[in-house]
Each structure stands twice: as structure tokens, then as C-alpha cells.
């Protein structure tokens, strides 16, 4: 019997309740108990009642200078910390020495302090009859334990005593695909892999010595079939026997499995089977050692891969990629890496290779892949430019490896294609600052350092100026002036041109606005902004009109240009988003008119308002050739448009132009680029002038 009183604020224990239960329990003779404390590294029993001592037959002073040890023989240090647990109560059968040193059966309740720094001990008799109920109890508890631990999904072993098992569940019985018979006693340890045996015999030793402890280990199926595990070992201690333990297991397989495919996926291209841009890179960078040679990559590109495409169908450039990247893994030496580095473009490291060496797998490579391939009952050869670079002491990472061979790469491409070149110096650093330039130029358009200049257009009929274009320029910090020839292409390049673009357009209604409220009816009546056939998009109409909007300008003031090749890109795409621009009411125009391949009969279909005359046509009227110029400006009168013609450099061309039925007119001989400022007072005077 046990008695547990509660007290609490709220419903207190009146004091002479537990006074009398504590009186009970001291002077009883049926119930012992003694009172465990931590004393230093040991445990002593400090307290006893008259039960305890009637029990064991000591006096009160030689039970209190007692070890807890000497009263349990049986329990080793391990399991002596199980019964004194300080989380819960405990409980177990086992001998208890006595005075005499004979020892008595007894079960033994332990019940922790809150501080777990003592423990109360129950010892009770087995011989008495409430324990023959308890011990009956406890069989019918080890009956339901022992069904539930069968009827487990978690694969379950119980050894009672060392490595051998006395109980095995069908869970477990299951995962290895035998029966109980084979695996108890030391039998188990046959399903446990060969490799991994010694890790889980060390295991299980920590578990018997009172260690919970787990293990990944591999687990040999009776088909002969690998389950791969997680074996948790928890300690168990059996009175009478001795330190056995209890091990539940995870079958981690599929898991395991799933999680490589996960991986697989991620590192590796899907329509090849290839390493892919991220496995490249840790695989290059794991054997990149700075300040030595050895390491080299063959950067690959297909050439006219697009025709492929667009001839034949994806279908058929899937089947190319794929043909090619199987080729590449026959012809590499065993142990090179071949990577799809993303498109059209592959990537082959190899390990301790001179650059003579490089250069005929390069070789090797490109008679492999020129073989025909039947595409769509089509021959088609695969011919491929490649760039060769060799690690040397100057390369400080992986990624300038790489970066170097890509470099190589553009730079077959640029010699005519199918062609194998090895990276030189001046390409390397020429590459390099381009490099720079792009971030220093992404840096220019963040912080708006790009400027504009705005150069009058002029009306044929009377000379006075009635518009101004848009002119981008940069003026680095270090390198001075910058052309619009070089960093407008850069910009295209490297996928900053819709910054570049948006700030042109958002600066030249912000200037256009400010000349309002300076010059009012003076002001340039329209500026003309040029925009790159990678803004021609579904994005360009909804930018120019929030443009428009956040500076409170009609859209008439703004005239789009565009080039005419930009507009042949993709014809029906451009014409569509055209139309969306002058459904806005702003103007368009097209640019460099003439230089092109575009079709008359598209160009009449085209919503534009204008056509520019190019200026290498304006240059020809100085020579006497006036049949392109004058055959632009026929062809828009005939179409109902306007012309602009640029580049007008004296005042014969100007003249000329005017007399061939030019429209407007624009160049350095009738006004130069000018600055927001200086345009505003130039367009003050001129409306002075007219007055």
C-alpha cells in the first residue's frame, strides 16, 4: 500500500493528517522504508523506519551509515543509477542483503525529491501476500508489454543478458525476412553486414555498460537483399540475470534512397544524365589547388545549334544534346568529368594534363562529334567551337578556370567557329576587364551617373526646332568617356539593358516636365527615345505609360524609336506591342531605316509615324549619291510618314535634304548634344527669336 498526499494554495493538507500518515509509516512494521541520499559519488541511507529495520535487521545508527550498494548486491554501478533514477520512480525485484548477509527477494520502489539529491525506498517482502498480488500484477503487465511489443511496427530486440536475445518481434522478424528461431540467442548478429558489425557490437558493449546509444548499420536480408538502419540501444537491467539491453530499429532505406535521388537531381542535368552547372563547379573546386598546373577544362559550344531548333523542333535539338553528351563520355579518358554547363554548352575537366594533351582531346573530341546524326531524317554534323585552358600559378580559384575557359570558347567562336583555341593572355585580361566594366556599368545605372544629352531636331520648313532625341552617356570616374558604341552593346549583353532603358525613358520625361515649368509654351514640344530590341517586349507598353503618368505628360510628347533590324526579330510579336504603344498615343519611329532586310510590304502594316534616314545615307550626299536617301523620304511620303534624317554635318546636306522632301532634320552642323540646362536656355532664346 502507498499513500500520496497532495498539497497545494488552494486545498492544503490540515498539518495533523500528515503527521499521523508520517507516524504510520515510521513506526509500521509491515512497510519499510529507508531514505537514500547522494553523498558525494556514493549514495547512504540516512533514514529508516521500524519496518526497515525489522526487515533487515539493523539498528537505526548501523542502517544510516549504510551504502545503498551494500543493500543491493546484485546491481552494478550502471544499474544501481537506474534504480536511484532522478527523472522517475523506479521499481524492481531483487535480493536485499541483509544484517546477516543472507539476502532477501523483495520488489523495490524508489521515488525520486524533487531536488534528486534523495530518494524514498520501499522494500517489500516477496513472501508476503500483498506482494504475491502485486508479482501477479506484474506477470499480467508483462503479458500485455510482451503482446504490444510483438504487435509493434518498430522492429524490436530484448536481450536479457549480454549480446544474446531472449525476444524478438514480428516487426523485426519481418525487415530481415526470418523467423524468431533463427535470430535469437547470438543468431541476430548474422543479419547485421559484415562492414558494420564491429560499430554495433561496440554499441551494444556502451549499452550494457548504462549508455543509450544508436548506430547506422546495414542489415542482410535472407534474400540476400540490404536494408540500410538506424539501431537505437537503450540499457536493460534484469534482477537475477544481469545487464542485457533493448534495441528498436528504423529502416532507413527508402529514405536514404529518395534523398540520393533528390540529390542526383540537383547536381545533374535531366535531358542528358550529366553533371550539371552546380556539380561542376564543386567538382572543379574540390581539385583546384592554387599555385600549381594539371587541372584543365575544355569549354564546348555547338555551332548553329539554333538552326537546329528552329528547322527541326526541340524534339529534335533534345536528341542532339543528348547524342552529343553520350559521345563526350566515350571519348574522355576514364576519370574526366563531363558537365552540361546550361544551352548548347558542355564542359570536360581533366586531371594531371599538360596543355599539348588538352588540346588533342579537344581534337579527339571534335572529329567524335562531327559525326552525322540522323535528326528527322536528316544528316546533320554537330560541329563544335571549344575553348582549352590548363590551370596555372596566376589562376587564384575554380571559378577562374572556368571563367577562362568559356573565355577560350568565345574566342573559337569568334574565329570562324569549329575551331579549337587555347586562351592567350591579352584575350584573358581584355575578358577580364570587360568583366569589370559590366559591374561598374550596373553600379552607373543603379546610381543614375548614366546622363542624357538632348540634341534639337529641326523642321525643314521653317528651321525652327521642334523636338530633341535622347542621347545616353557615361562619363567614368577613372576611364573618362565612355561611348553609347560600346556600353549599349555591353549593356544588351549582360542583361542590364532594361535598367539602362527605364532610366533613359524615366530621365526624359522628368527633364521634359522640368522644361514645362521653367520655359512653359517654349519647351520641346517631344522627345524621342531610343529603346534596344531586348525592350521590345509585353513589359515596354506599361513602363512608358507609368513613365508618362508619374510625370504628368501626355504620351504625344514621347516618340518611341526602334531599329529596324530589332523590328525584323520577330515581326508579329513587334508589330502587336507597336500597336499597344500608339493605343497609348505615343509616336514611333523607325531608326537607321534602310540598313536592314525588312519587307516594304510589312513596313505598311506597321503602325509608325516615321522613318529616320541613316546617316552613312545622309554621308552620301556629299559624294553626289542621293538615290537611298532620296528613295527613304519618297517611300514615307508615299506612306504618309514623316522623316527625320541624322547626321547632317553642313549646310549643303541640310539644303540637299530639304530639296529631296525631308521632314525634319537633325546633326552637329544645326545644334550639338546639349545638357538639360544648357537645352533649356538654347530652346528659351530660339522662342525668343520667334516672337
Same mark, same amino acid.
Given at each position: 500500500?502507498?499513500?500520496?498526499?497532495?498539497?497545494?494554495?488552494?486545498?492544503?493538507?490540515?498539518?495533523?493528517?500528515?503527521?499521523?500518515?508520517?507516524?504510520?509509516?515510521?513506526?509500521?512494521?509491515?512497510?519499510?522504508?529507508?531514505?537514500?541520499?547522494?553523498?558525494?559519488?556514493?549514495?547512504?541511507?540516512?533514514?529508516?523506519?521500524?519496518?526497515?529495520?525489522?526487515?533487515?535487521?539493523?539498528?537505526?545508527?548501523?542502517?544510516?551509515?549504510?551504502?545503498?550498494?551494500?543493500?543491493?548486491?546484485?546491481?552494478?554501478?550502471?544499474?544501481?543509477?537506474?534504480?536511484?533514477?532522478?527523472?522517475?520512480?523506479?521499481?524492481?525485484?531483487?535480493?536485499?542483503?541483509?544484517?546477516?548477509?543472507?539476502?532477501?527477494?523483495?520488489?523495490?520502489?524508489?521515488?525520486?525529491?524533487?531536488?534528486?539529491?534523495?530518494?524514498?525506498?520501499?522494500?517489500?517482502?516477496?513472501?508476503?501476500?500483498?506482494?504475491?498480488?502485486?508479482?501477479?500484477?506484474?506477470?499480467?503487465?508483462?503479458?500485455?508489454?510482451?503482446?504490444?511489443?510483438?504487435?509493434?511496427?518498430?522492429?524490436?530486440?530484448?536481450?536479457?543478458?549480454?549480446?544474446?536475445?531472449?525476444?524478438?518481434?514480428?516487426?523485426?522478424?519481418?525487415?530481415?525476412?526470418?523467423?524468431?528461431?533463427?535470430?535469437?540467442?547470438?543468431?541476430?548478429?548474422?543479419?547485421?553486414?559484415?562492414?558494420?558489425?564491429?560499430?554495433?557490437?561496440?554499441?551494444?558493449?556502451?549499452?550494457?555498460?548504462?549508455?543509450?546509444?544508436?548506430?547506422?548499420?546495414?542489415?542482410?536480408?535472407?534474400?540476400?537483399?540490404?536494408?540500410?538502419?538506424?539501431?537505437?540501444?537503450?540499457?536493460?537491467?534484469?534482477?537475477?540475470?544481469?545487464?542485457?539491453?533493448?534495441?528498436?530499429?528504423?529502416?532507413?532505406?527508402?529514405?536514404?534512397?529518395?534523398?540520393?535521388?533528390?540529390?542526383?537531381?540537383?547536381?545533374?542535368?535531366?535531358?542528358?544524365?550529366?553533371?550539371?552547372?552546380?556539380?561542376?563547379?564543386?567538382?572543379?573546386?574540390?581539385?583546384?589547388?592554387?599555385?600549381?598546373?594539371?587541372?584543365?577544362?575544355?569549354?564546348?559550344?555547338?555551332?548553329?545549334?539554333?538552326?537546329?531548333?528552329?528547322?527541326?523542333?526541340?524534339?529534335?535539338?533534345?536528341?542532339?544534346?543528348?547524342?552529343?553528351?553520350?559521345?563526350?563520355?566515350?571519348?574522355?579518358?576514364?576519370?574526366?568529368?563531363?558537365?552540361?554547363?546550361?544551352?548548347?554548352?558542355?564542359?570536360?575537366?581533366?586531371?594531371? $594534363? *599538360?596543355?599539348? +594533351?588538352?588540346?588533342?582531346? %579537344? @581534337? /579527339?573530341?571534335?572529329?567524335?562529334? =562531327?559525326?552525322? !546524326?540522323? &535528326?528527322?531524317?536528316?544528316?546533320?554534323?554537330?560541329?563544335?567551337?571549344?575553348?582549352?585552358?590548363?590551370?596555372?600559378?596566376?589562376?587564384?580559384?575554380?571559378?577562374?578556370?572556368?571563367?577562362?575557359?568559356?573565355?577560350?570558347?568565345?574566342?573559337?567562336?569568334?574565329?570562324?567557329?569549329?575551331?579549337?583555341?587555347?586562351?592567350?593572355?591579352?584575350?584573358?585580361?581584355?575578358?577580364?576587364?570587360?568583366?569589370?566594366?559590366?559591374?561598374?556599368?550596373?553600379?552607373?545605372?543603379?546610381?543614375?551617373?548614366?546622363?542624357?544629352?538632348?540634341?534639337?531636331?529641326?523642321?525643314?520648313?521653317?528651321?525652327?526646332?521642334?523636338? $530633341? *532625341?535622347?542621347? +545616353?552617356?557615361?562619363?567614368? %570616374? @577613372? /576611364?573618362?568617356?565612355?561611348?553609347? =558604341?560600346?556600353? !549599349?552593346? &555591353?549593356?544588351?549583353?549582360?542583361?542590364?539593358?532594361?535598367?539602362?532603358?527605364?532610366?533613359?525613358?524615366?530621365?526624359?520625361?522628368?527633364?521634359?516636365?522640368?522644361?514645362?515649368?521653367?520655359?512653359?509654351?517654349?519647351?520641346?514640344?517631344?522627345?524621342?527615345?531610343?529603346?534596344?530590341?531586348?525592350?521590345?517586349?509585353?513589359?515596354?507598353?506599361?513602363?512608358?505609360?507609368?513613365?508618362?503618368?508619374?510625370?504628368?505628360?501626355?504620351?504625344?510628347?514621347?516618340?518611341?524609336?526602334?531599329?529596324?533590324?530589332?523590328?525584323?526579330?520577330?515581326?508579329?510579336?513587334?508589330?502587336?506591342?507597336?500597336?499597344?504603344?500608339?493605343?497609348?498615343?505615343?509616336?514611333?519611329?523607325?531608326?537607321?531605316?534602310?540598313?536592314?532586310?525588312?519587307?516594304?510590304?510589312?513596313?505598311?502594316?506597321?503602325?509608325?509615324?516615321?522613318?529616320?534616314?541613316?546617316?552613312?545615307?545622309?554621308?552620301?550626299?556629299?559624294?553626289?549619291?542621293?538615290?537611298?536617301?532620296?528613295?527613304?523620304?519618297?517611300?514615307?511620303?508615299?506612306?504618309?510618314?514623316?522623316?527625320?534624317?541624322?547626321?547632317?554635318?553642313?549646310?549643303?546636306?541640310?539644303?540637299?535634304?530639304?530639296?529631296?522632301?525631308?521632314?525634319?532634320?537633325?546633326?552637329?552642323?544645326?545644334?550639338?548634344?546639349?545638357?538639360?540646362?544648357?537645352?533649356?536656355?538654347?530652346?528659351?532664346?530660339?522662342?525668343?527669336?520667334?516672337?
Amino acid at each position: 500500500m502507498s499513500v500520496t498526499i497532495s498539497v497545494d494554495d488552494d486545498d492544503r493538507v490540515p498539518p495533523e493528517i500528515v503527521s499521523s500518515v508520517f507516524y504510520s509509516a515510521t513506526v509500521s512494521d509491515s512497510l519499510a522504508l529507508v531514505v537514500a541520499e547522494a553523498v558525494g559519488n556514493r549514495s547512504r541511507i540516512t533514514w529508516g523506519n521500524v519496518g526497515a529495520m525489522e526487515l533487515l535487521g539493523y539498528g537505526l545508527d548501523d542502517l544510516r551509515a549504510l551504502p545503498v550498494d551494500h543493500l543491493f548486491p546484485s546491481l552494478g554501478g550502471g544499474e544501481l543509477k537506474l534504480l536511484l533514477r532522478r527523472e522517475r520512480a523506479t521499481r524492481m525485484t531483487l535480493p536485499v542483503r541483509t544484517a546477516s548477509g543472507a539476502t532477501v527477494e523483495a520488489v523495490v520502489t524508489t521515488t525520486p525529491s524533487p531536488n534528486g539529491r534523495m530518494w524514498t525506498v520501499r522494500i517489500l517482502s516477496t513472501t508476503s501476500e500483498q506482494e504475491r498480488a502485486l508479482r501477479a500484477t506484474a506477470d499480467a503487465h508483462e503479458r500485455r508489454f510482451s503482446t504490444l511489443t510483438e504487435r509493434s511496427p518498430v522492429p524490436t530486440l530484448l536481450s536479457e543478458q549480454g549480446m544474446r536475445l531472449a525476444h524478438v518481434n514480428d516487426a523485426f522478424c519481418t525487415l530481415v525476412g526470418r523467423r524468431a528461431e533463427q535470430l535469437l540467442g547470438t543468431g541476430w548478429i548474422e543479419t547485421v553486414h559484415e562492414d558494420d558489425l564491429d560499430t554495433v557490437i561496440e554499441q551494444v558493449s556502451a549499452a550494457l555498460d548504462g549508455e543509450e546509444v544508436e548506430t547506422q548499420a546495414r542489415l542482410l536480408r535472407d534474400d540476400g537483399s540490404l536494408r540500410t538502419t538506424i539501431i537505437r540501444f537503450a540499457h536493460l537491467f534484469t534482477p537475477g540475470v544481469g545487464a542485457g539491453f533493448v534495441g528498436t530499429i528504423e529502416d532507413i532505406t527508402d529514405r536514404l534512397a529518395f534523398e540520393a535521388q533528390l540529390a542526383h537531381q540537383a547536381n545533374h542535368d535531366p535531358l542528358t544524365g550529366l553533371p550539371n552547372r552546380t556539380l561542376l563547379a564543386h567538382y572543379v573546386a574540390g581539385r583546384f589547388v592554387p599555385g600549381t598546373g594539371g587541372l584543365a577544362c575544355l569549354f564546348l559550344d555547338l555551332d548553329n545549334f539554333k538552326v537546329v531548333n528552329d528547322s527541326l523542333g526541340h524534339t529534335a535539338g533534345d536528341e542532339l544534346l543528348t547524342e552529343v553528351a553520350a559521345r563526350l563520355t566515350t571519348v574522355v579518358r576514364p576519370g574526366d568529368l563531363v558537365a552540361r554547363f546550361g544551352g548548347d554548352e558542355f564542359v570536360v575537366v581533366c586531371e594531371n $594534363v *599538360e596543355q599539348e +594533351a588538352a588540346v588533342a582531346l %579537344a @581534337e /579527339r573530341i571534335s572529329v567524335e562529334l =562531327a559525326r552525322p !546524326v540522323r &535528326l528527322g531524317g536528316v544528316d546533320v554534323r554537330p560541329y563544335a567551337s571549344v575553348g582549352v585552358t590548363v590551370q596555372t600559378e596566376e589562376h587564384q580559384s575554380a571559378e577562374e578556370l572556368i571563367r577562362d575557359c568559356d573565355i577560350a570558347m568565345y574566342q573559337a567562336k569568334a574565329g570562324g567557329k569549329g575551331r579549337i583555341t587555347v586562351l592567350d593572355q591579352r584575350a584573358r585580361e581584355q575578358a577580364r576587364d570587360k568583366l569589370r566594366l559590366v559591374a561598374e556599368l550596373r553600379d552607373a545605372i543603379e546610381r543614375r551617373e548614366i546622363k542624357l544629352l538632348y540634341q534639337p531636331i529641326f523642321s525643314t520648313v521653317d528651321g525652327s526646332p521642334v523636338a $530633341v *532625341e535622347s542621347l +545616353a552617356r557615361w562619363d567614368h %570616374a @577613372e /576611364r573618362g568617356a565612355i561611348s553609347p =558604341a560600346v556600353f !549599349v552593346p &555591353l549593356a544588351e549583353e549582360s542583361g542590364l539593358i532594361a535598367g539602362l532603358g527605364l532610366l533613359v525613358l524615366d530621365e526624359t520625361c522628368r527633364q521634359l516636365a522640368e522644361w514645362d515649368r521653367l520655359m512653359g509654351w517654349a519647351a520641346p514640344a517631344r522627345a524621342n527615345v531610343n529603346v534596344s530590341a531586348l525592350q521590345l517586349d509585353a513589359n515596354l507598353p506599361p513602363q512608358v505609360s507609368a513613365a508618362l503618368e508619374r510625370h504628368g505628360l501626355t504620351p504625344s510628347r514621347i516618340s518611341i524609336e526602334i531599329t529596324e533590324s530589332a523590328l525584323m526579330k520577330d515581326p508579329d510579336s513587334a508589330r502587336e506591342i507597336l500597336h499597344e504603344l500608339r493605343d497609348l498615343g505615343v509616336e514611333l519611329a523607325i531608326d537607321d531605316f534602310g540598313t536592314g532586310y525588312s519587307s516594304l510590304a510589312y513596313l505598311r502594316h506597321l503602325p509608325v509615324n516615321c522613318l529616320k534616314v541613316d546617316r552613312s545615307f545622309v554621308a552620301e550626299l556629299a559624294h553626289g549619291h542621293t538615290e537611298i536617301a532620296s528613295a527613304v523620304i519618297a517611300l514615307a511620303r508615299s506612306l504618309n510618314l514623316s522623316t527625320v534624317a541624322e547626321g547632317v554635318e553642313t549646310p549643303e546636306q541640310a539644303a540637299e535634304l530639304t530639296r529631296l522632301g525631308a521632314t525634319y532634320l537633325q546633326g552637329f552642323s544645326l545644334s550639338q548634344p546639349l545638357t538639360g540646362g544648357h537645352a533649356a536656355a538654347w530652346f528659351a532664346a530660339q522662342g525668343d527669336r520667334t516672337r
